[in-house]
């Protein structure tokens, strides 16, 4: 075979990428399509096909006798959900995960907004660096780390002492509902451990949305008259409200599925993926699990329709 045979792909291959641009350039549809449908066909089968998956399997029973899932059709797994202790673990972890975004919304606006406003080149970049520095280690080092910190022997009781604040601490922990045994058996140190690692996910958010607002409003406002609280409750937290709406989507939804930090830090009481976990690992009643599962989908699904009523989304 000679040189000028071997050639011949190679030199076809522009004319045909042309020919290929042309007709793409022609038919934008085309050319949307095919970006399109790749990224849809993983995300519906994959994410919807599971969700469709989860879904049915919530409809079917376990076979108490016998261990065995029988794919029979019941509404049992949803008529259990409402027990008293279901419900109790769903309020449970509802109320905490609104706790935790509702603090790290608190803790993270200030932060994002002096990033946002006063800040530039290396200043900036050194903010970035250490308010996404925790994420660069293991989460579950992280928890463990946070373990030690709120042991009885560890290092805030070590702190607490040496400052003659020990007091304050076991006050804290006879406190009825948030106390325990120690702060690393307690769901005051479940609250910490979780504020600690979510707020990354609140800072970066508003932080994004403060730098959308344009100085020119900021200015405006105090030459109107009005003074720093009237400008941040009247201009710059409605232009920040879509980058708080995000953060809080982030740590409201990651707390309320969180399983692992509850087994590790916190009292006895469950929470909505300890259930799950149990339920589908431990009991192998994998249909209550599903059934289950889909709590935390509703109860996002209803935040989201609440925040979009309010206007949430209205300036992305």
């Known amino acids: 075979m000679s040189a000028a045979t071997l050639s011949l792909p190679a030199a076809g291959w522009p004319r045909l990428r042309r020919r290929l641009s042309d007709a793409l350039l ?173 707020l990354p996910y609140m800072i970066l958010p508003i932080q994004a949305a403060v730098e959308r607002i344009p100085p020119t409003m900021i200015e405006a406002s105090g030459d109107l008259g009005a003074h720093g609280a009237q400008t941040l409750r009247n201009v710059i937290l409605p232009m920040a409200l879509p980058g708080l709406v995000a953060g809080s989507i982030f740590t409201f939804s990651l707390t309320l599925g969180d399983y692992i930090v509850p087994g590790v830090i916190g009292d006895s009481r469950l929470y909505i993926g300890q259930v799950v976990y149990m339920q589908q690992g431990v009991a192998g009643n994998v249909p209550f699990a599903a059934a289950f599962s889909l709590v935390p989908i509703l109860v996002i699904g209803a935040y989201l329709w609440i925040a979009k009523r309010m206007g949430a989304f209205d300036a992305l």
């Open 26 to 198: 022609g038919r934008r549809g085309l050319l949307l399509a095919l970006l399109l449908v790749p990224p849809l066909l993983w995300l519906g089968v994959l994410y919807v096909g599971s969700l469709l998956a989860l879904l049915a399997n919530s409809f079917w029973q376990l076979d108490e006798f016998s261990g065995l899932v029988k794919h029979e059709f019941t509404l049992k797994n949803f008529i259990d959900i409402f027990a008293p202790a279901n419900l109790d673990v769903i309020a449970r972890t509802v109320l905490m995960a609104a706790a935790v975004t509702v603090a790290c919304a608190v803790l993270g606006f200030p932060i994002a907004y002096y990033m946002a406003r006063y800040t530039r080149g290396a200043t900036k970049a050194l903010c970035y660096i250490l308010v996404m520095l925790p994420l660069w280690s293991s989460y579950l080092v992280r928890l463990y780390a946070w373990k030690l910190l709120l042991a009885k022997e560890g290092a805030i009781n070590w702190v607490a002492a040496k400052l003659h604040l020990t007091w304050a601490v076991d006050l804290l922990l006879a406190t009825p509902v948030i106390g325990g045994p120690s702060l690393s058996f307690s769901a005051l140190g479940t609250f910490l451990v979780f504020v600690y690692l979510w």
